[in-house]
């Protein structure tokens, strides 16, 4: 018995439900997506909103992402690889799909595009609102020596910023003999102080105060370091 394609003809196997592969992806999708998606994209730091979580955008975040958007058909073995290509108001995304029917292996790729939606995450839409943890109080007698201790503490702060969104001064303050910094990260505030205590043998005092609770009921509290360099 040969058997043949009932919509090209062909009798080159192999076949999936009696049509040859070319003719079943042309009727049969492997996977659905919508045409476009839409992706929170924080707008200071870049991160990307996937599954509830801000991420670094990156090849597997963007998989992820993606991932999360698809429905397959019923097919074995699914597996996807994309490729995404910058365009002026998103991304481009080829979807390299293979995966079995009925034992036989096929292969294809769609498109979609992703557009993105920005908007501040949680730890930038606090910066942005001038939030901050502690104040370093940087005093001393010398201007010139506070304009280098500020660019200290910035430099402490933008290693940070990669892992520590918060890792910024927010605003600064003049004051009779020095700044008040204030800072929206306790830890990246901590590290600079040291790197002050280090470099200058700076006399620090560090204080507390309750300012008010959080949402959920817990205190709020905010940290001073008096810094004498
Ligand atoms: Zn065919
Ligand atoms: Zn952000």
Not at 104 to 110: A, D, G, H, I, N
Not at 173 to 199: C, F, H, P, T, W
Not at 208 to 228: F, I, M, N, W
């Amino acid at each position: 018995m040969v058997s043949f394609c009932p919509k090209c003809g062909t009798e080159k196997g192999p076949f999936v439900r009696g049509f040859c592969t070319r003719c079943f992806l042309e009727d049969n999708r492997l996977l659905r997506i919508d045409r476009k998606l839409i992706l929170p994209k924080c707008k200071r730091c870049g991160k990307i909103l996937v599954r509830g979580r801000w991420l670094e955008e990156n090849a597997d975040s963007l998989l992820k992402f993606i991932l999360s958007k698809v429905k397959w058909s019923d097919v074995e073995r699914p597996s996807l690889a994309i490729e995404a290509e910058h365009t002026g108001k998103g991304l481009k995304i080829y979807l390299n799909v293979s995966c079995k029917v009925e034992g036989v292996p096929l292969s294809t790729s769609y498109e979609t595009f992703i557009q993105y939606k920005l908007q501040y995450c949680e730890s930038c839409l606090k910066i942005s609102s001038s939030y901050y943890e502690v104040t370093i109080q940087l005093r001393a007698e010398d201007k010139a020596k506070i304009k280098r201790a500020i660019y200290l503490i910035k430099d402490v702060l933008a290693s940070q910023l990669k892992n520590d969104t918060l890792a910024e001064i927010v605003k600064m303050i003049k004051r009779k003999n020095g700044y008040d910094l204030l800072i929206g990260s306790k830890k990246a505030a901590k590290s600079a102080v040291a790197e002050l205590k280090r470099k200058y043998k700076a006399n620090v005092k560090k204080s507390s105060t309750l300012a008010g609770l959080t949402k959920d009921g817990k205190p709020k509290v905010k940290y001073t370091y008096s810094v004498r360099i």
